[in-house]
């Protein structure tokens, strides 16, 4: 039986380019009302409400909203926290960097997690101007119970994001701030660096183990995955932990990329992957390769005996028939692997295998495993490990790393200790001895 094509009734909304809104019979065998308009871009939505009442004030809501587009005013004179973050994650507040869906994956995931129904609905005004920051701390709170502990990188981009919306909506007039920013008063961030002013009486900030594995644990998940998944899941680890690597750059090596004159990389491409939408839109692949982050090509320092297994690696690939865009670890079909696969299918089962620290977080709706040392900590432990082990300079390990300023790398590794007031003054005393 075909649906009928008669409304009930019709909202008009003046002036609105693409009609009002409409309220329809059930559909047969159906018991809900239907509520529907055309959107802005002129794709045809619906909602359903049980019982003509309900479709009636529904549809009375959306005619409001609608109406609302068309004047350019606001249905209400105080935005919510709701409209908040829907201004920063999709409207005109959405940051320009943000050149693809991908870009605001996180921070709406992040919003997803923390964020309830109830915190969306509080007036802005309220958040913004309690002194005890009731709601805000309530957030973060949250965030903790939903596996992102206090000082963790996750309950920094909580607080990050809700800072960064809050500046976004005071930057575009949507509310007002008298009091400040609330996030500032919180302290949520994961560490307050500053830059010492004297680089060379710093002394490693060895990265807390919350953050990064010891080279023995890298050595353990090194032989884990070498007996589970082949000599070449070794190494692929090797050029994470002590090449640091991104694991886009990782993916991405090739026999090109091994230095045959030195015990070194060069870091000149990674793969980048795109959903299919993504890829489609652009008119790529969904794997392509690029620079580097900041366009930046580097040479990147390895230990000698890793070296020497990647050089026979490389000639083996190229023996095999691999030509310039080959790759040193294909994926089992051809071609780069991805790196979401590759998560699953073999850091986690390693993680698993040799009981890697881990929580449970929260996350899209269900408890995950969180490990407390995700893939990227091989890169911390890669700079710990030259600066505190190999006693690199600071300005070497920040171009092995590609940090476009070395001021990266010093506030994320280093800081004045106590220690370095003692250096300072037997230095200082052994000046005024007689030679």
């Not at 068309?70 to 209400?76: E, L, Y």
């Not at 090739?254 to 870091?267: E, K, M, S």
């Amino acid at each position: 039986m075909s649906r009928p094509i008669t409304a009930m009734a019709v909202i008009d909304i003046p002036g609105r380019r693409h009609g009002g809104v409409r309220i329809h019979q059930p559909a047969a065998g159906k018991a809900s009302h239907r509520v529907i308009w055309t959107d802005a871009t002129g794709r045809q939505r619906e909602l359903t409400r049980v019982g003509y009442d309900n479709a009636l004030a529904a549809a009375r809501d959306k005619a409001v909203e609608l109406a609302a587009e068309v004047t350019g005013d606001d249905p209400d004179d105080d935005p919510t926290l709701g409209d908040l973050v829907d201004h920063y994650l999709n409207g005109p507040g959405r940051s320009e960097r943000w050149t693809s869906p991908k870009s605001a994956r996180r921070p709406a995931q992040i919003a997803r997690r923390v964020l309830t129904l109830e915190d969306l609905d509080l007036p802005a005004s309220g958040v913004v101007t309690d002194p005890t920051q009731a709601a805000v701390r309530a957030v973060m709170r949250r965030a903790v119970e939903r596996g992102c502990p206090e000082g963790g990188g996750e309950y920094a981009k909580t607080g990050a994001l809700l800072k960064t919306v809050f500046d976004v909506a005071y930057r575009d007039g949507l509310i007002d701030l008298p009091l400040g920013n609330p996030l500032d008063r919180l302290r949520y961030r994961t560490a307050d660096y500053e830059a010492s002013d004297s680089p060379q009486l710093s002394t490693v900030r060895y990265v807390g183990e919350e953050e990064r594995p010891p080279t023995d644990r890298v050595l353990d998940f090194q032989a884990a995955a070498t007996r589970m998944f082949g000599p070449a899941e070794g190494l692929f680890i090797g050029v994470l932990a002590f090449g640091g690597a991104r694991p886009g750059e990782a993916i991405g090596l090739g026999p090109g990329q091994i230095r045959r004159d030195r015990a070194g990389l060069l870091i000149d491409r990674q793969v980048l992957e795109l959903r299919r939408t993504e890829a489609a839109a652009s008119g790529t692949a969904t794997q392509v390769f690029k620079l580097p982050k900041w366009n930046l090509r580097r040479n990147a320092w390895v230990a000698p005996d890793l070296h020497e297994r990647l050089v026979d690696l490389a000639d083996q690939t190229i023996r095999a028939g691999g030509g310039p865009d080959s790759v040193l670890f294909p994926h089992r079909a051809g071609g780069p692997r991805w790196q979401g696969n590759w998560r699953r299918d073999v850091f986690n089962r390693v993680a698993h295998e040799i009981e890697w620290p881990h929580e449970k977080v929260f996350v899209r709706g269900r408890w995950e495993t969180h490990w407390l040392w995700p893939v990227y900590a091989f890169r911390h432990h890669y700079a710990n490990y030259l600066l505190k082990d190999l006693n690199q300079p600071l300005a070497s390990v920040a171009r092995f790393m590609g940090h476009r300023d070395m001021r990266v790398t010093e506030r994320m590794y280093l800081k004045t200790e106590l220690t370095d007031l003692d250096v300072a003054t037997a230095a200082y005393r052994r000046m005024g001895e007689p030679a």
